[in-house]
């Protein structure tokens, strides 16, 4: 698909918007990927041996997919033609792939880039294969998805994946610079409200553009309160069922399991400003309370519950201020993990013994061929006992005592670490 501004039909002098006139025309003028694009870079190696591959590049909006995918074309001298997989049918693909074939008939390849290729099914995902094959064409896909979750696994076979980063305020800075050069002008900004724009940005060098082309259009200087009130900030890049939910609870419940409640509250706040369902919070930090804190302190789990009720009883937004003093208790608690590590490893004894049934001393005998059976032979009642412990086998007979919970000396589980030893030794006493 032809550039508009690169049409022979566009004057001269039409107006071009600023992000137009600072596209990177060759390579090395893209910024922030130079661990794709340098001497070293996987890239820059192709390039280097002339062995361009099919690609996929993953990364977040606005830090340069489709302009490297451009500038690859003209570096390979291959034809450029871009689609997007919202606009693009099955008919749309078998023409492009016709014409493509076309080219190649006429000694030309061709480059195809496929923005948002993960909204492509399977099946849509299947029909690039053979052209890829054949070498009809060089795809190179953009997705801000994870390829592993959303692409096929041959399409992934075919190609390699790169990771482009989310550009850093340093890079924004240097296109702030690059726009001050074009444009021959300072930005109108003072330094407070200049660091303020790189935030509004939020790493996404697309956006940066958009706002420049409405700043510079100001007439003295704006302060950081200027600048808030006349743009809005860029909504953050969060999908409540994409890769970013699940990175930022995993950050959010290792915050809370390394004991850092700042942390914590940050990848909670995210979530939230980024619309994320309190209630879905409110579920994965009790798992966090039972999970990682257990019985080394047993409010924790209390606490969760009665902030997940205290959101259910006010709502947004002030019910959510309930979990986050959860969250802080959890990151403030003593931290145990031996109630989850003993009960999984019940489990796995559970599922080896099968249908191994308990001993019969601990079965009941309601009926008399029950007791004929033996059935409730030799049950010690531990109330009767010395110190009201028995010490009597409660496994099934053919199996091994088994021993799965090892508390921590941390907060509670150190005093249920002294019974568990007591009753040890009353065990080893009494010869159990």
């Known amino acids: 698909m032809p550039d508009l501004f690169d049409s022979p039909s566009l004057a001269q002098n039409a107006p071009r918007p600023l ?60 034809s450029f033609v871009q689609i997007s997989a919202i606009f693009t049918g099955m008919p749309d693909l078998r023409k492009v792939f016709e014409a493509a074939k076309l080219r190649r008939q006429n000694g030309k390849g061709t480059l195809l880039f496929v923005d948002e290729i993960h909204r492509f099914n399977k099946a849509q995902q299947d029909g690039f294969l053979p052209h890829m094959e054949d070498g009809t064409i060089t795809l190179v896909g953009a997705t801000t998805e994870n390829p592993s979750f959303e692409l096929n696994s041959a399409l992934l076979s075919r190609s390699q994946v790169l990771v482009l980063n989310r550009l850093t305020p340093a890079h924004l800075e240097l296109i702030i610079q690059r726009a001050e050069k074009e444009l021959g002008t300072k930005l109108p900004l003072d330094p407070d409200a200049r660091d303020a ?26 302060d950081r309160a200027m600048l808030s009130k006349r743009l809005n900030r860029r ?16 950050a959010l419940h290792k915050s809370v399991r390394g004991s850092d409640p700042d942390a914590a509250l940050y990848w909670l706040a995210r979530m939230l400003v980024g619309g994320e369902d309190p209630r879905y ?9 039972v999970e990682d804190i257990g ?51 019940a489990m796995v004894d ?9 001993p019969k001393h601990i079965l009941n005998a309601p009926t008399a061929m029950m007791k004929e059976q033996g059935y409730g032979d030799g049950y010690q009642y531990d109330h009767d006992a010395e110190d009201g412990f028995s010490g ?20 509670h589980e150190r005093e249920l670490k002294k019974r568990l030893d007591y009753f040890a030794r009353l065990r080893e006493k009494r010869g159990r």
């Not at 870079?41 to 996929?56: V, Y």
């Not at 724009?197 to 704006?222: C, H, I, P, T, Y």
């Not at 909504?235 to 995993?250: P, R």
């Not at 937004?317 to 145990?336: F, I, R, T």
């Open 235 to 250: 909504a953050a890049q969060y999908d409540k069922s994409g890769e970013a939910h699940y990175n930022l609870i995993s």
């Open 392 to 411: 009597q086998n409660y496994f099934p007979e053919t199996m091994k005592r088994g021993i799965y919970y090892l508390p921590v000396e941390r907060g």
């Open 197 to 222: 724009l790189l935030e509004m940005a939020d790493g996404d060098g697309r956006a940066l553009l958009n706002m420049l082309e409405q700043v510079f259009g100001w007439s003295g200087k704006a």
């Open 295 to 345: 019985l080394a302190d047993p409010e924790a789990q209390r606490q969760c519950l009665d902030a997940w009720a205290t959101y259910e009883r006010l709502g947004s937004p002030e019910g959510e201020l309930a979990l986050a003093q959860a969250v802080m208790y959890l990151a403030l608690a003593p931290k145990s993990n031996a109630a989850y590590a003993a009960y999984k490893n």
């Open 350 to 358: 559970a599922k080896k013994t099968g249908s191994e049934p308990p």
């Open 19 to 78: 992000a137009d006139r600072l596209r990177p025309q060759s390579l090395g003028e893209v910024i922030g990927q130079d661990h794709v694009l340098g001497p070293d870079g996987p890239l820059g190696q192709m390039l280097l041996h002339s062995n361009l591959t099919s690609l996929i590049f993953w990364g977040p909006p606005g830090v340069g997919k489709t302009t490297i995918a451009r500038l690859l074309a003209d570096e390979t001298e291959l």
């Open 281 to 289: 919070l409110a579920r994965r930090i009790t798992r966090m309370a």
